[in-house]
C-alpha cells in the first residue's frame, strides 16, 4: 500500500472509484444474462436448422435416385453438366445486443428448365425434381452455417464479457475496496494520533498555568 496517497481527497476517489465498478458490473452481468438468453434461443433454432438440413438432404439423395431411375443416369449427368446455375450469396452484417452477426441471402438459383440444363420438359420432370430438391439442401445448409456463425460470435462476447466481470469481481472491486480500507484506517490512527496530542499539548500547558501560578 506503499503507493497509495492517505488524503481524504484520495479516499472520496476510491469511494467514486468503487461505485462506478460495482454499477459496471451490474450491467456487464445484465449484459450476460441476456446475451446467454439469446445464445439458448439461437442454439434451439441450430437444432431445428440442422434437423431440416438432414430432411433436406434424405429428400434430396432419395429425389436423385429416383431421377436416375426414371430419365438415366446419363440424362441426369447432362443435366448436371449443362446446368447454367449461379449460387449468389449476399452477407450482410448486423447487430444484435451489440454483437456482430453475419446475414446471408441467397439469390434464386434457377428461374427456367434451361437453367436447369434440360430442354425436354415432359421426359425431365424427375430431374427437375431432384434439383429442386438439392437447392433446398443448399438453402438449409446456409440457413444452418448462418446460425452457427450467429452462436459463434455470441459464444464469444458471452466469454468477453465474462472475463470482464471475473476481473471486475475479483480483482478491481476487491482492490479499490482493500484501498479504501487502509485510507481509511490510517486516516483514523491520525486523527486518534493527533488528538492524543492535543490532549497532551492542552496538559503540558496546563501544568505551566499552574507552575506559574
Known sequence: MSNVNVTRMELLVRKEQIKIAVQGRDLLEEKRTALLKEFFRVADTAIARSDELSNAAAHA???LALAESRAGP?????AAITSS???TLQVETMR????????????????????????????SLSIIEAATAFEREVE????????????TRLAAEIQRTSRRLNALDHLLIPRLKTEYRFIQMVMEERERADHFRLKLVKRTLERKRNVTV
Open 96 to 123: 444484435i445486443m451489440g454483437v456482430k452477426v453475419p446475414r446471408i441471402e441467397q439469390k434464386k438459383i434457377a428461374d427456367s428448365i434451361r437453367d436447369y440444363g434440360i430442354s425436354n420438359a415432359r421426359q
Open 61 to 63: 439423395r432419395y429425389s
Open 85 to 87: 446455375n449461379v449460387l
Open 74 to 78: 446419363e440424362a441426369v449427368r447432362s
Open 140 to 151: 438449409a445448409i446456409i440457413a444452418l452455417a448462418e446460425t452457427e456463425l450467429h452462436l
